[in-house]
């Protein structure tokens, strides 16, 4: 089993997709990573031998910010816009969509669900 960037790739997928299992590694950036060590990307991840491993291994560590610290990046940057107050900080802070998408209905993912209902009856009791 290759271990990368402290993430187990699952063995029998293909290594184009099993790239994408690192955070901050999508398929586009995961094809551009096997051109550049020119592998096939159809090559089962159980069927790579050590010195292909280590190559992808050294061009992530090389070339791309991935897992821990691109999320600490990425908090950063929140926290960043939230301290300069900026209305897409203001958005984060309050837990609201920030590019632009209608709150009245919608954003149940970002809003969070309602627990209460005004005005409701509730059901007579026997």
């Known amino acids: 089993m290759a271990r990368i960037e402290g993430v ?3 063995k029998n997928k293909r290594i184009e997709i099993g790239l994408t299992g690192i955070y901050g590694i999508g398929i586009s950036r995961s094809k551009e990573i096997l051109q550049a060590i020119k592998l096939d990307g159809n090559t089962k991840i159980k069927d790579l031998n050590d010195e ?3 190559a992808i291994r050294n061009i992530l560590i090389n070339n791309y910010e991935l897992e821990g610290n691109l999320k600490r990046l990425e908090s950063i940057n929140i926290k960043r816009l939230m301290d300069i107050g900026s209305y ?5 802070r309050l837990s609201l969509p920030l590019r632009g998408q209608r709150t009245r209905t919608n954003a149940r993912t970002r809003r969070g669900n ?4 005004a005005g409701k009856k509730k059901a007579p009791r026997k």
Do not use: M, N, W
Request: aromatic share 0%.
């Open 8 to 10: 187990d790739l699952p």
């Open 52 to 54: 292909q491993i280590i």
């Open 88 to 92: 897409k900080g203001r958005r984060h």
């Open 114 to 117: 309602k627990k209460t209902i």
